[in-house]
T-cell receptor, first 109, second 113 residues
Framework: RKEVEQDPGPFNVPEGATVAFNCTYS??????FFWYRQDCRKEPKLLMS???SGNEDGRFTAQLNRASQYISLLIRDSKLSDSATYLC??????????FGKGTKLSVKP | DAGVIQSPRHEVTEMGQEVTLRCKPI?????LFWYRQTMMRGLELLIY????????DSGMPEDRFSAKMPNASFSTLKIQPSEPRDSAVYFC???????????FGPGTRLTVL
């Protein structure tokens, strides 16, 4: 089983839609979790951290379920500019980041 | 700050040639990471340094790959000899600490013919 797994998509949604991505991780000792965003032919950039209690940043909500070992990202009121690949990131206990392969989102007019 | 700087941005070379990729991390960051990204394998950590010392190089594919960090402001990733299967985008990233947010450079797109 891969250490971090994501549905590659693509998720094709209309503007204004709500879309959710899940990511599962295999190492129960994983300590920290993030969502990164990567635009086509660009470098990954941090979107948001994921906290145990769940956290929200504008239209974006991230949640962590340690018991089931998954994290989620919810995007409300999708914009065209949200089109990108979303990478789930897990920090091992040793302190380096493991990236999922990403979920591609395409928001259409 | 200019962010993480990588050079060259694009490199096309022939099989068997030596390739050197360069990275300048953000000033004050203690950790530096080298990644490789391909469609098939996604983003893979090759090696990371903390305070210029290699901490984990388990992701380095084989002896043809080597990385150095002679000082806090410069790192190189060398492939010798290069092979077509090394074609990928190589990213360098830095962070204040090894478990913190990583800031990525723009990447080097390597093509080995």
């Amino acid at each position: 089983r891969k250490e971090v797994e994501q549905d590659p998509g693509p998720f094709n949604v209309p503007e204004g839609a709500t879309v959710a991505f899940n990511c599962t991780y295999s190492n129960s000792a994983s300590q920290s979790f993030f969502w990164y965003r990567q635009d086509c032919r660009k470098e990954p950039k941090l979107l948001m951290s994921v906290y145990s209690s769940g956290n929200e940043d504008g239209r974006f909500t991230a949640q962590l379920n340690r018991a089931s070992q998954y994290i989620s990202l919810l995007i409300r009121d999708s914009k065209l500019s949200d089109s990108a690949t979303y990478l789930c990131v897990v920090i091992r206990s040793q302190g380096n980041l493991i990236f999922g392969k990403g979920t591609k989102l395409s928001v259409k007019p | 700050d200019a962010g993480v700087i990588q050079s060259p941005r694009h490199e096309v070379t022939e099989m068997g040639q030596e390739v050197t990729l360069r990275c300048k991390p953000i000033s004050g960051h203690n950790s530096l990471f080298w990644y490789r990204q391909t469609m098939m394998r996604g983003l893979e950590l090759l090696i990371y340094f903390n305070n210029n010392v290699p901490i984990d190089d388990s992701g380095m594919p084989e002896d043809r790959f080597s990385a150095k960090m002679p000082n806090a402001s410069f790192s190189t990733l060398k492939i010798q000899p290069s092979e077509p299967r090394d074609s990928a985008v190589y990213f360098c990233a830095s962070s204040l600490r090894d478990a913190g947010e990583q800031f990525f450079g723009p990447g080097t797109r390597l093509t080995v013919l």
